[in-house]
Structure formats: structure tokens, C-alpha cells
């Protein structure tokens, strides 16, 4: 059974940061590429931040130089550090497991709310 779980989420005020944690079980986590999305009240899921098996990293222009994701393969984890959040990044955000040759899978996500 293929589990994705998302921890690290709350409230934070802007200027602040918070670090996402995604753990994975049940794939083979290295051959995935891994993703974090976004989607908040109202609003259609969005990309945030893409990590592939090689380590090359790819970021939505909204989030460029605020988050940075990473990858612990000996922990099955995908991360995101965000930093300097703004009441623009309150959302539900989730991870992504990509494989180019089998079913993709997504966490349930974790609310990150940017607040003063």
C-alpha cells in the first residue's frame, strides 16, 4: 500500500518559515520524481516545487528564491523549506510521487496558513 505523508504545516505570521516533510512508503522512492503542489480556497492546484531522481530542482516563479526542496532517498522524504512566506501562500499542500512508467500518487496534504 502506497502512502504519502505530508506533516510540518500551521499557522504561521508572514516573514516566517516552516518546513514541509512528505514520507513516502511502498514505492520505490528513488525512482520517483517528487513534487509538492498547492491549492488554495477557491483556487485550482498548483505547482510548487519539483524534485527529480537525478536531484535537479525545478520551482513555480511565485516561490523562486523563497522555498527550496530537497530529497533524503535513505529516508524515503521529500522536504520543503519556505522561507519569507506572505499571506499569498495560505494553501492546502500536498506531494507528489511521479514515475514516468507507473501510476503517480499524491498525500493529503497539510495546511499551511500565513497569518498575523
Known amino acids: 500500500q502506497v502512502q504519502l505523508v505530508e506533516s510540518g504545516g500551521g499557522l504561521v505570521q508572514p516573514g516566517g518559515s516552516l518546513r514541509l516533510s512528505c514520507a513516502a512508503s511502498?514505492?520505490?522512492?528513488?525512482?520517483?520524481?517528487m513534487g509538492w503542489y498547492r491549492q488554495a480556497p477557491g483556487k485550482q492546484r498548483e505547482f510548487v516545487a519539483r524534485i527529480t531522481t537525478s536531484g535537479s530542482t525545478q520551482y513555480a516563479d511565485s516561490v523562486k528564491g523563497r522555498f527550496t526542496i530537497s530529497r533524503d532517498n535513505a529516508k524515503n522524504t521529500v522536504y520543503l523549506q519556505m522561507n519569507s512566506l506572505n499571506p499569498e501562500d495560505t494553501a492546502v499542500y500536498s506531494c507528489?510521487?511521479?514515475?514516468?512508467?507507473?501510476?503517480?500518487?499524491w498525500g493529503q496534504g497539510t495546511q499551511v496558513t500565513v497569518s498575523s
Open positions: 507528489n510521487a511521479d514515475h514516468p512508467t507507473a501510476l503517480a500518487y
Open positions: 511502498g514505492i520505490i522512492f528513488s525512482s520517483y520524481h
